[in-house]
Nanobody, 128 residues
């Protein structure tokens, strides 16, 4: 089992940048498929980006070219570098993890229910 703690959220103006981090506990972190999801008020939780144990990466179309997901297995940490932020990126961002499978599809094909382990979330607010 892994425990996840997000950090790095905040308030920025449109066009700005933020870097989210997700610290994971547990010795088998490197074998997990990890992802970032986000949820705006009144909306479904949607996948933003994911990276598996082999380094395969997938992004939601809405963030391609602006967001970069990465992981540092030595530090048990997942990152999300967010650039050119837009007001529509405003949401609570969650780190998620699971094990035993690899990424084979686009981010749009993965649901929150595919991931068993979740952090508490970090708020990102982008003002226009």
């Amino acid at each position: 089992q892994v425990q996840l703690v997000e950090s790095g959220g905040g308030s920025v103006q449109a066009g700005g940048s933020l870097r989210l981090s997700c610290a994971a506990s547990g010795s088998t972190y490197s074998s997990y498929v990890m992802a970032w999801f986000r949820q705006a008020p009144g909306q479904e939780r949607e996948g933003v980006a994911a990276i598996d144990a082999d380094g395969t990466i997938t992004y939601a179309d809405s963030v391609k070219g602006r967001f970069t997901i990465s992981r540092d297995n030595a530090k048990n940490t997942l990152y999300l570098e967010m650039n050119s932020l837009k007001p529509e990126d405003t949401a609570m961002y969650y780190c998620a993890g699971d094990k035993g499978w690899s990424l084979l599809h686009d981010m749009s094909d993965y649901a929150a229910s595919d991931f068993h382990y979740w952090g508490q979330g970090t708020q990102v607010t982008v003002s226009s």
